[in-house]
Each structure stands twice: as structure tokens, then as C-alpha cells.
């Protein structure tokens, strides 16, 4: 028989074997391997996300236009669900058993221990109803959150909306989760770094069964949510709501801007929408009703519709005229209709009188001088030399280049230049005679409303600009961008805009003027100057742009109604009326007549050519 | 005479620090566990930290009673001590208070007390006993019978008390036996078994069947016929299953095989009258048809016999939640896939149905606690989150912290240093208690001091193993460590009966 003692080694190897195992494997888990610790992680550390409110906004007299109304999320945590009477549960929160299920199955693939999102948005009313009942389901809690509110139901297009962020963006920028609510247009959109906030976010720890059992770390990695800073917009509300309201049943736009500062007092896009309509799980609903309908209200006309100017751009090609010494304030020209149409005036003298007539053939004249001014033998090369001049100072008045202004998706429309027509008809194959639309603003040449507010700014302050903005005070002090701020001096000498007023003036005021429904009374002087763009798909469009008081210009605006002919007829009168309520704060009586024809125009169902 | 005043004397001091060592870092354990803000007092004897210091206590006390005791009382009354054991055994059965589904506590007011505990030192000392008769020889059939009697009847008592977990540590038995002369076969075949075991139910009977064939035509023909046999016969074989797994015949192909080349084989070695050593024929035969049938019977129990919970506990070591989840995916491309008609899609659909009910099981119940007590350990790094600082312990993520899962504990606060630490302890004590048995002069001393090594070295092995998930949970205290009266006392007198046993040794003549 073998030494059966030699078999005291084969039974301690095997323990030191076992031994050994269990310290590899101790050692494998411990520390080579990392997961256990994310594990233990998820086990206890919940993540409290605290929303902050977002930033409020004010008009520049400090009416709020948006604030944020509390709403409730339903949230479920799968693991503590119980079998209840799921019927009771869904006619409470008004879905269906369907619904109910498919809801469920989503929270428990997304996790069995976490909580998340059941049902967005309860308003306070239902809320209060499931509020009472919630205790029967356990499982189920309610976390708030904010929705926006518009009290004044006005300014839609100014004021944007937001929306759940997209996938997209989540990848792009770490601050963003997936449910978090960013803005998605106008000022929300723009100013979304300003109103957002900083979001907060509190871990504590829980114990097996979800229950909170302190704070991790003391607190000392928990951040404090931070509201969003509040913005005061240079909007006058009430005259924006004016606007609205005389644009009603009209397609078209109206700017109007403070020149002397570049705030945009209003900017109506007609037809517009309530911005309440696009809050919350109102959006599924009301979105598609409002993207589909034939008349765009989500479209902002005021900035990104693009449309030839018509005659307001006289004043432009007066200006250049006069800046190139090819004219004087004295140059004549006769109305040759041959050259141009035009309707029957007197001969324009000079460029007051052509300014106060619009007189197409005047400027059809002065155009050529400009374009033409014999710098190049070729008949062609001197017509591209004179458009290059001409384009590059046509761009000082900020046509043909986006205007910094802080709305989203502004259009720069089109001044056409060398390039545009060397393009359009080949180096060499065009010239003045081509081109020659320009000088009475048609053809090539196209604008925004918010451009053309901009040009009655500029001729009303003689010379420059400030690139019009809706940023007036950010959490009350009143430092804003320096773009802003910054004077843009458009190349053209004070004492050539003398004429130009001159000529606005007689618009107004004198008679023979294109647009005498614009005046409003002795005590206030305003200058204006009608268009009327031609329309190739049907009625033109009627055009008025206008500054006052003549003196001392505190307003200067735009109007443009699609469809509805000469400018002096309905765009001059609604110019007129803004200013006056902007200015007085009422209608006079005198002028309530006038009030009236435009409320009761319906400039809608214009026939449209085909 | 013996002088009580030196009941020290001669006794082995490595054990008992190695013991005390243990005893002490299962207290403070125990504190961590079921820590409690409102009893911060680690001597609160309203809490199980309190309680166990009272069980140490008693312990400790337990100890120098044995140690004032003569080792020949223990020798001298093992087969008495074995029948009152045996007796309470049998009496448990009948008036004892069922707890967890166990019937196997006496309550005699607030107190309990579960007999089984003190069943393992009883069988070890009456195996002792019976081992050092004069005239035994391990390799007499009798001597076996008697000894695996001796070691079955208290076994079968407590399974029969439903406590599977004490049921199974009577297996360790056999390194006390193997020590004694037991044929080192039986290890290996028993560890044989068990992997057959593993693999049986990771790849399904018939490929292990299959496999079990093929080594069975090589050893055979290799054995009784020359190279040429064996290798055409390997070939023929392996024709046959590629056939079988390339057309993806029928399992009962394979049985109608096997079972048609047996019938040819006793046939022919029936006929075959000039044959020599026709033995050994039929004993490789029968060889074949036990493994097959033994195949058959794991596939057999564990799906038939044992129940859910059981089974689970396997199942997640052998990554069943990672199968089952690649399964519903499968599944569910075939539902979605083209050109399948709606009966077929609802025969799917119901499949997917019940492989998600078990997963749910699975990740909720067993699963569950295998994943919460690793994701402890696991956590707890290279040196630990820190004493009271852990949190899957504070915050009730792992069953049965302070008992059977008490190992979590020391993983998830004392990181890897402090299992090391326990785990070298424990290996330190093992080879002790060997190195000490093999110095005694009596066999029933060496016997015992092999029983007391290979009963904490099972528990150790399983409460460990269970823990880090290279062990299906049984639930088995951690000895020294876990909470409870009875499991620490039971092991104290075990190890105190060995170390009184040891201290005399040089007064025991061979």
C-alpha cells in the first residue's frame, strides 16, 4: 500500500487551489473590472434634474408678453407598479387601455428602476383631478415642469415658440438632454442662451426600495437650478396688436422702427397665428393644421418674404444721383412715357417734384446718368462699371445683405451686381438698356419689409442707421450687443436728403401728392413715399414706407399689403394710422372713418392670375 | 493530575488567533451590515451586532469548557454524543418550528437552536471513532459501508428537514476519507462527474452524448483491435455526425444508432465463441450505457425534478440571462421576417412571451441576488468603498447581509485587500489544522482534525463560490463570520474539540 500520508499534499493543494482561484477571480472583479462599480452607481445615485424657470419677456414698456404657467409630468417607475384597475386609471388620464400599455412597455425597455416620463404636460386642471386619485396607483408620481404662456396672444412671429429639443442637437451640444425644451423660433430661439437658465441637478441616494436616503457626497456635486435672465424687447405692444388687428384679413407686412435707436417698435406678419397655439401638446395638434394651411401664418413676411420695392426705391437712386454729382436737386427731366410708362403730372423740375410725383421716366434718366457715366469706351464695360459703383452703395442701405438683426431666418434679398448679370446673361451681353427696370425699383431687385422700414429710418435720420433690433434690456441693464449700437453711415451727404424730405413731404402733404390718405393732421408732419411693386402672378402689391414728424422722426415704417394695387390707397393710410397711434396713443376723430375703411378691407380673396 | 489553571498548555496558539481573527472581523461585519443610525452602539444588544457579541461571548466560554475537558471524553463518548445528535435530529422533525421552509429549529421561548449544526461535529467524531477501531481497513467493502452510514444518516435527516444547503456539506466527508485510504478515483470521478454535469446542461445531452461516443470508440478499439480499427471506425463515426448536424436529423437518430450498434456488438461478441477476455467487452459496454444514462438523468432532474428556484440558481452561472435575452432577439427577427403567415407569427409570439417571463424570473429572483452580491463586491474595488460607507450594503441591495451574504460586505467596504485578507485567513487555517492532524499520533485524532478542516473548508468553499458566482446559491453560513448562536457555537466546538484533541497528543500512545 502507497504512504497514505503523502496525501495530506494532493488535500492542501487543493485548498490553496481553491484559495488561489477565489483571488483570482476576487482580483478580476475587484480590480480589473469596472463595471460592477457603474453598477452600484446606478443602484443607489438618482439624478434630480431641477428646471429653472425660463426668462420672461417684457415689451419696452414693461407689459409681460411671456411667462411660464406650471405643468405636470406623469412619471412611472415600473418596478414599483402594481396590478390596478387599469381602466379607472386610463378614463382618469383620458387615453386609452391601448395607449396605457404601449406606455408602459416604453418606460419599463427604457428602465426597470428608473423613472421616466408616463404622460407630458398635464394642465393644473386635469393635474388636480389626478392629483386626488394618484395615491391608488402606486408607481406613478408627478414632477412639474413650465410651459410657456402669451397673455397678450399677439406677436407670434416675433416671439417664437419652443419645443422639445431634437436628437440632433442633443449630439451636437452636451447641455441639452433628451426632453429638454429649447427655442425653436423668433426670440426664443435667438436669445435661448439668454432665457434657458442653467439647469440644476441634485443626486441623492436610494436604497432598494427607491426610497431617498440623503444626499451623495453631502451635497457637494449638486448644482442650484438658475432662472432664465429676463428680456425687455424694444416692442410697443400696443401698437403691435394694432397692427394685427388692422392687417387682419390682409396678406402683407408692417415694420416700424425708432430711428433714432434702431428698435423695432413692431413687426406684423399678416396673416399671423396665437402663439398659445404652439405650447405644449397643443403642438401635435395645432402644428401640422398651421404648416398646411394655403396661407403660411408660420411664414414671416416681414422678414423673409422677399418683393421688388417699387417706386420707394426713387429715393435710393435720387440719393446715388446726386452723391455722383450726375444730377443736382435742380436737374429736370421730362416725362418721356415713351421710355417708361407713367401716369399723368406735371414735368418734374426737380428732384423734390419727381420724388412728390414718382415720375417714371425721371428716374429712368437719372438711372442711365448713373449707370453710364463714360469711364470704359465699351458701351457694355462702362454699364458693368457704373452697376458695380452703384450695387456696392445701394448695399450701404442695407438691401442685398442680411440685416444683423437677432431674429432667426432673415432673408438679405437681391441687389443685383456685375456678378448676378455676367451669371444671368454672360460677360458682356447686357447694359444699361437691360437693366434699366432697376431705376423704378422692379425687375431684378428685391427687398424684406424690415429693409424697407429701415431705408424710411435712414432717409429720415439724413444718412445712417442702427441695425434694427428687438433687444432693449437684458434682467434690466441695458447693455446690448454692440451690433446694435454701431452707427452704419450709408455714403451719402446730409444735404442731398433735404430734397428727398422735401419731395416725402409733398407725398403727404401737398397736392399732387401720391399718397394724401397718409396725413394725419396739422400736428403731426408726415413724409412718406408710396411703391407699387408689380405683381406678375397678380394684383401688385401696394408699398408705403414713411417717417414722422417731419422734424424730429420718433417712428419710421414700413407697410407692404400683398394684392391690393397702388400703394397709395390701403398701404398709406395704415402707415398713417400707426403712426398716429403710436404718437398719440389714439385715432382722432377725424381719422376714425379712416380706421374704419381699413378694418372692414378684406384684401384676401384677390384673384390670382394665371 | 490535571491542573486546571493550565488548561493552555500545549495548545495550538496559530489556530486560535487564526480563529479569533475570524470571530472578530464577522462582528464588525455584522455591524456594517445592518448598521442601524438609531443603535450606532456596536453593543446595542437590540441589533445582531449586539446579539453576536453575546453568541462570541457564550462561545468563548464554550471554548474553555472544552479545553478544560479531557480529549479522552471525547473519544470515549463519540458514539453517545453521535446518538443524542442523531435523536434531536429526528426530534426536530417532529416538533421543530419551520423557518424559510426549513424544519430544522427548536424554539424554547425567544430562543432557537438548530440541531444540524451540532450533527457535523457529532458525525465527525463517531466517524473518528468508527475510523480508528483496530482491524479497519479503508478498503474493505464493510468499512466503507459502515463509514458512508455513518456519515449518509444524519444527511439524509436534514434533507429530510428540507435543508439542502447542511445536506450537501456531508459531501465533504470525502477528504477525510480519501485521507484514510479511499481510492483517489473517487475524487476524479466525482469531479468527472460534475463537469459532465456543467457541460451537460450548457451544450444539451445529445452533443455530449455524441462526444461521450466518440471517446468511447477510441478507448475501445484502441484497447482491444490495432490502429487500423480504431481509425476507420473514428471515420465511419465521424461521417455519421456530420450527417446528423448538416441535415439536422432527429434526436431518436442518435439513440436508434447507438442503441442498433450495442444490440450488433452483443451479438457478435455472443457468437464469437473463441474470443478471449469476453469481460471485458461487456464491461466496456456497460461502461457506455451507464454514462449515457447518467447523461440522460441530469437532463432528466433538472428539468423535471428540481424546481424553478433550483434550477435558477444554476442557470444564472451559466449565463442563462445573456441566453435567454439573445434568444427573444432572435425570436423577434424571425416574427418580423417576411413570407410568415399570422399562426406562425402567434406560435412566435407566444414563445417570446414565455422566454420573457423567464427572464423576468430570473433577473428578479436568484438572479437577482447573484447580481446585487457581485455588483457589491465588485464595487468595492481595490481597497473599498470604506467601513458603514457601503452603499449596496446600507441600502439593502444584497439578501441576507448579515448571514449567507456577509462576504458582500467585506467586499464592497474593505475592497480587495480585505477578501484577500479573509481569503488567505481562511487557507491559513485549512493548512493548519491538515499540518496539525498529520502530526497526531492517534488515527482518531488525524481523522478528526480532517473532518474540521474539510467542514469549514466546504463551507468556505460554497458561501465564497456563491458569492463571487462561481457557486449556485446554497444557502451555508460563512463559518466564524456570518450571524447566528448556533452556526458560530457548532463551529467552535468543532474546531476546540480539535484543538483540546492536539494539545494532548504527546500523552496519546499510537
Known amino acids: 500500500m502507497k504512504n497514505l500520508s503523502n496525501r495530506k499534499f494532493i488535500v492542501g493543494i487543493i485548498f490553496l487551489v481553491i484559495g488561489l482561484v477565489f483571488t483570482v477571480r476576487l482580483f478580476t472583479i475587484q480590480v480589473l473590472n469596472d463595471k460592477y462599480k457603474v453598477d452600484s452607481d446606478n443602484n443607489v445615485l438618482r439624478e434630480l434634474v431641477e428646471y429653472p424657470a425660463r426668462g420672461l419677456v417684457y415689451d419696452r414698456n414693461g407689459e409681460l408678453l411671456v411667462y411660464n404657467e406650471a405643468a405636470y409630468d406623469l412619471m412611472v417607475l415600473p418596478k414599483q407598479v402594481k396590478e390596478v384597475d387599469t381602466l379607472a386609471f386610463c378614463s382618469l388620464l383620458e387615453i386609452t387601455k391601448e395607449e396605457f400599455k404601449e406606455k408602459i412597455e416604453k418606460a419599463k425597455s427604457f428602465s426597470y428602476y428608473k423613472p421616466s416620463i408616463f404622460l407630458k404636460e398635464i394642465s393644473s386642471i386635469s393635474y388636480a383631478n389626478i392629483q386626488e386619485q394618484l395615491f391608488k396607483y402606486p408607481g406613478f408620481f408627478v414632477q412639474t415642469r413650465t410651459l410657456r404662456k402669451y397673455p397678450r396672444n399677439s406677436a407670434a412671429h416675433i416671439l417664437g415658440y419652443i419645443g422639445e429639443v431634437s436628437q440632433s442637437l442633443i449630439d451636437e451640444n452636451p447641455y441639452y438632454r433628451s426632453g429638454d425644451y429649447i427655442g425653436k423660433s423668433g426670440l426664443e430661439n435667438s436669445y435661448e442662451y439668454l432665457l434657458r437658465g442653467q439647469r440644476g441637478v441634485k443626486r441623492i441616494l436610494v436604497d432598494v426600495h427607491n426610497r431617498e436616503k440623503g444626499s451623495y457626497l453631502d451635497g457637494a456635486t449638486d448644482t442650484m437650478a438658475i432662472t432664465g435672465s429676463s428680456i425687455k424687447t424694444t416692442i410697443d405692444i400696443v401698437l403691435q396688436e394694432y397692427g394685427e388687428l388692422l392687417m387682419q384679413n390682409k396678406k402683407g407686412s408692417i415694420v416700424a422702427i425708432d430711428p433714432k435707436t434702431g428698435e423695432i417698435l413692431s413687426l406684423v406678419s399678416a396673416p399671423n397665428y396665437d402663439p398659445n397655439m404652439l405650447v405644449g401638446r397643443a403642438v401635435k395638434k395645432n402644428y401640422p393644421v398651421l404648416s398646411m394651411d394655403s396661407l403660411n401664418p408660420l411664414f414671416n413676411r416681414a422678414l423673409m418674404a422677399q418683393y421688388p420695392p417699387g417706386s420707394i426705391f426713387k429715393t435710393i437712386q435720387a440719393l446715388i444721383g446726386m452723391e455722383d454729382e450726375v444730377i443736382t436737386e435742380n436737374s429736370g427731366f421730362s416725362c418721356i412715357k415713351s421710355l417708361v410708362n407713367c401716369h399723368n403730372h406735371p414735368t418734374a423740375g426737380n428732384v423734390a417734384a419727381s420724388v412728390k410725383m414718382s415720375c417714371n421716366p425721371y428716374y429712368y434718366q437719372v438711372f442711365k446718368k448713373i449707370i453710364q457715366q463714360n469711364k470704359a469706351k465699351s458701351f457694355y464695360k462702362d454699364s458693368e462699371i457704373g452697376l458695380g459703383l452703384w450695387s456696392e452703395q445701394v448695399k450701404k442701405f442695407g438691401f442685398g445683405v442680411k440685416l444683423a438683426t437677432d431674429l432667426p431666418g432673415v432673408k438679405k434679398g437681391n441687389v443685383p451686381d456685375v456678378k448676378f448679370y455676367n451669371k444671368w446673361y454672360g460677360q458682356g451681353r447686357w447694359a444699361f438698356s437691360t437693366i434699366y427696370s432697376l431705376s423704378i425699383g422692379q425687375g431684378e431687385v428685391e427687398v424684406i419689409p424690415l429693409q424697407m422700414a429701415n431705408l424710411a429710418a435712414i432717409i429720415a435720420n439724413r444718412g445712417y442707421f442702427y441695425t434694427p433690433h428687438f433687444l432693449k434690456e437684458i434682467d434690466k441693464t441695458d447693455t446690448i450687443p454692440s451690433q446694435f449700437t454701431t452707427k452704419n453711415m450709408v455714403g451719402i451727404q446730409d444735404k442731398y436728403f433735404t430734397p428727398i424730405l422735401e419731395g416725402m413731404y409733398g407725398v403727404v402733404n401737398e397736392p399732387g401728392g401720391t399718397a394724401r390718405r397718409a396725413k394725419i393732421h396739422d400736428g403731426i408732419i408726415v413724409c412718406g413715399k408710396t411703391g407699387t411693386a408689380q405683381n406678375p402672378h397678380g394684383e401688385d402689391h401696394s408699398v408705403f414706407i414713411a417717417f414722422a414728424p417731419k422734424d424730429d422722426p420718433k417712428i419710421a415704417i414700413a407697410v407692404y399689403v400683398e394684392n391690393s394695387g397702388f400703394g397709395g390707397t390701403w398701404a398709406a393710410p395704415i402707415a398713417s394710422l400707426m403712426i398716429e397711434k403710436y404718437l398719440t396713443d389714439s385715432i382722432s376723430t377725424a381719422n376714425l372713418p379712416k380706421e374704419q375703411r381699413i378694418l372692414e378691407a378684406n384684401l384676401m380673396d384677390v384673384k390670382v392670375k394665371k | ?510
Not at chain 2, 468595492?380 to 449596496?392: N, P, R, V
Not at chain 2, 458569492?467 to 457555537?489: H, R
Open chain 2, 1 to 510: 493530575m490535571r491542573r486546571y489553571g493550565n488548561i493552555f498548555a500545549n495548545v495550538d496558539w496559530v489556530s486560535i488567533m487564526l480563529y479569533l481573527a475570524l470571530v472578530f472581523i464577522g462582528w464588525i461585519n455584522i455591524y456594517a451590515a445592518v448598521y442601524n443610525e438609531d443603535h450606532h452602539s456596536i453593543l446595542d444588544v437590540s441589533q445582531r451586532y449586539g446579539k453576536q457579541l453575546i453568541w462570541i461571548g457564550f462561545a468563548l466560554i464554550l471554548a474553555l469548557i472544552i479545553l478544560m475537558l479531557e480529549g479522552q471524553f471525547f473519544t470515549s463518548f463519540a458514539f453517545p454524543i453521535y446518538g443524542v445528535v442523531m435523536f434531536s435530529l429526528i426530534a426536530v422533525l417532529l416538533v421543530g418550528a419551520t423557518t424559510n421552509g426549513a424544519t430544522s429549529w427548536f424554539e424554547i421561548g425567544d430562543f432557537k437552536i438548530q440541531p444540524s449544526e451540532f450533527a457535523k461535529f457529532a458525525t465527525i467524531l463517531a466517524l473518528a471513532k468508527y475510523l480508528s477501531m483496530l482491524s479497519i481497513n479503508m478498503r474493505d467493502i464493510k468499512t466503507k459501508v459502515v463509514a458512508i452510514a455513518i456519515i449518509g444518516f444524519p444527511a439524509v435527516l436534514i434533507l429530510l428537514q428540507n435543508d439542502t444547503g447542511s445536506t450537501l456539506v456531508y459531501a465533504a466527508f470525502v477528504f477525510v476519507l480519501y485521507r484514510e485510504g479511499l481510492s483517489g478515483n473517487i475524487l476524479l470521478f466525482g469531479l468527472l462527474a460534475i463537469v459532465v454535469f456543467i457541460l451537460t446542461l450548457i451544450f444539451g445531452p445529445i452533443n455530449i452524448i455524441i462526444t461521450a461516443g466518440f471517446a468511447y470508440i477510441l478507448f475501445y478499439t484502441l484497447l482491444k483491435f490495432d490502429l487500423k480499427v480504431t481509425i476507420i471506425s473514428l471515420l465511419l463515426y465521424s461521417v455519421f455526425v456530420f450527417i446528423f448536424y448538416n441535415y439536422q436529423l432527429k434526436d431518436n437518430l442518435i439513440y436508434y444508432v447507438f442503441g442498433g450498434s450495442l444490440v450488433f456488438l452483443l451479438g457478435f461478441l455472443i457468437i464469437k465463441k473463441e474470443l478471449k477476455d469476453k469481460a471485458i467487452h461487456y464491461v466496456g459496454i456497460f461502461v457506455f450505457v451507464i454514462t449515457c444514462l447518467y447523461i440522460f438523468s441530469i437532463d432528466f432532474t433538472f428539468n423535471e425534478v428540481l424546481k424553478e428556484h433550483q434550477r435558477t440558481r444554476i442557470t444564472v452561472l451559466l449565463g442563462e440571462e445573456d441566453k435567454l435575452v439573445e434568444q427573444i432577439e432572435n425570436l423577434k427577427l424571425a416574427r418580423d421576417a417576411n413570407g410568415i403567415n399570422k399562426e406562425e407569427q402567434q406560435i412566435i409570439s407566444d414563445d417570446i412571451g414565455a422566454k420573457k417571463f423567464s427572464l423576468k424570473e430570473l433577473r428578479q429572483g436568484n438572479g437577482w441576488n447573484i447580481k446585487q452580491s457581485l455588483i457589491a463586491i465588485g464595487s468595492g474595488g481595490f481597497s473599498g468603498k470604506g467601513f458603514l460607507e457601503g452603499t449596496q450594503t446600507k441600502f439593502n441591495f444584497v439578501p441576507e447581509q448579515s448571514t449567507d451574504f456577509i462576504f458582500c460586505t467585506i467586499g464592497e467596504e474593505w475592497g480587495f485587500l480585505g477578501t484577500f485578507l479573509l481569503v488567505s485567513i481562511y487557507v491559513a487555517l485549512f493548512l493548519r489544522l491538515i499540518y496539525l492532524a498529520e502530526k497526531q499520533r492517534s488515527i482518531f485524532s488525524r481523522v478528526y482534525g480532517y473532518g474540521v478542516a474539510s467542514i469549514l473548508f466546504f463551507h468556505f468553499l460554497v458561501n465564497i463560490g456563491m458569492a463571487i458566482g462561481l457557486a449556485p446559491v446554497i444557502g451555508i453560513p460563512l463559518p466564524f463570520i456570518s450571524y447566528g448562536g448556533s452556526s458560530l457555537w457548532s463551529f467552535t466546538i468543532l474546531l476546540f474539540i480539535f484543538i483540546k484533541l492536539d494539545s494532548e497528543r504527546l500523552n496519546v500512545l499510537r
